[in-house]
């Protein structure tokens, strides 16, 4: 592929497109933008095959980069709504992520409406663990922190979500 062999190209797309679209997925809420955040990771890793060092697997590496895609696409999209409250929960459409169950798609929506109010790397953190279901290293080794940090992130994270849902959903008195 670092010389632009279009077929192990190909190959890394049959492989690893499904899951950058769901990583996409994830962050946007979109399946548009979702799906123009995958063609622009692919271009990507297209474009820089050559200069992939081989320090992780090309896994992490494309993770990486849907990654840091998404992230910029969320942010650039939040940068032109000015108008929004930052405590308020973004506004997002009834999303409906493909790997959760039927029965609890109503549950995931608000779930991941609050975890959009995360900051970036809990959010992170948190997409690659528990929805993506990435081993911890690998989330240490897509997001360049040690294991640790991640296992911090994810700490803090759940903290988070755990008060934003209370708030939301206060304890029902018998």
Known sequence: M????????????????????NTALSFTKHPQDAEDIT??????????????????????WVYRIAVNA????VERKKKRS???RTEELPDTPDFDHPGVLLEKKE?????????????????TAFILSYVEELPR????????LSLKAVE???????????EKLKKMYPPRRK
Do not use: C
């Open 82 to 84: 000015i108008f929004r």
């Open 39 to 60: 063609q622009e990771v692919f271009a990507r890793v297209f474009r820089s095959a050559a200069k992939f060092k081989g320090g992780s697997t090309v896994a992490t």
């Open 137 to 144: 290293q690998e989330v240490a080794d897509v997001m360049e």
């Open 70 to 73: 998404s992230l910029s696409h």
């Open 107 to 123: 549950q995931a929506r608000l779930l991941f409406k609050v975890i959009d109010t995360l900051p970036p790397n809990q959010r």
């Open 2 to 21: 670092a010389r632009g062999d279009k077929t192990a190209f190909r190959k890394l797309y049959e492989a690893l497109g499904t899951r950058v679209y």
């Open 152 to 162: 911090s992130l994810l700490m803090r994270g759940k903290k988070n979500l755990r």
